[in-house]
């Protein structure tokens, strides 16, 4: 089985998470899925020092070479990949999949999302090939595919447990339909062949978004076969 993985940079403020990327990568591997990397040839959107959790004036970064870092420099524009080609999606979250692929992260509901991505996700959508996505890029198929159900976890925040729960709005904005989920949970839009979990949407233990995102992965390979 041939799976696409999309990346959105290196890093959780400016690029893709790391830790969500990992545990796709290493539930496709346990899944013994060929994998194949992508991320867009385009500068951030901005460059966010990691210690300090703020934006670092004056500094450009790629996409795709920051992407590289966690493909381990086995990585391909994403304007080369083609749904014909593969099996099924992935999309791991982090701040670079609302500022780099899309701008949900300054735009929210009215906001555009990345030509190639949205091309991407529609051409897998039309083939009814799987997509799966986690983290804050489920808003990139409820943008791209109205009407679709996805999840970013809860819609309050719990005392803070779920820190991003006004996502669950913007995706209603969106037209499409948000649903409820705890972190080790996914919710399967089995008509659009879309499969979403929370993962770092939720203040919790690393195992837990680890949990979560190998349930995804499952998923995705099952309606892939």
Not at 52 to 77: C, D, M
Not at 98 to 105: C, D, G, M, Q
Not at 141 to 168: F, L, M, Q, S
Not at 186 to 198: G, S
């Amino acid at each position: 089985m041939k799976v696409a993985v999309v990346l959105s940079g290196c890093g959780v403020y400016d690029g893709t998470e790391v830790h969500e990327a990992a545990a796709i990568l290493v539930h496709l591997s346990r899944g013994e899925a060929d994998v194949d990397i992508f991320a867009p040839d385009v500068d951030q959107m901005h460059v966010v020092d990691h210690t300090k959790g703020q934006p670092a004036e004056g500094q450009t970064r790629n996409v795709l070479v920051e992407s590289a870092r966690i493909a381990r420099g086995k990585i391909s524009p994403l304007s080369a990949l083609n749904a014909s080609t593969h099996d099924a999606v992935l999309f791991p979250g982090g701040f670079g999949a609302a500022k780099n692929l899309s701008t949900v992260a300054t735009e929210g509901a009215n906001c555009t999302v990345n030509p190639d991505v949205e091309r991407v996700i529609k051409d897998f959508h039309k083939a009814k090939k799987p997509i799966g996505l986690c983290c804050i890029s489920p808003t990139l198929a409820a943008k791209v595919i109205p009407g679709c159900e996805v999840t970013v976890g809860h819609d309050k925040d719990d005392g803070g447990r779920w820190p991003y729960a006004g996502t669950a709005g913007t995706i209603e904005q969106m037209g499409s339909k948000h649903i409820n989920k705890n972190v080790s949970e996914i919710h399967v839009d089995a008509a659009n062949k879309i499969v979403t979990t929370p993962a770092f949407m939720c203040e919790t233990k690393l195992h837990e978004i680890h949990d979560g995102i190998g349930k995804m992965v499952t998923e995705v390979l099952s309606m892939a076969k």
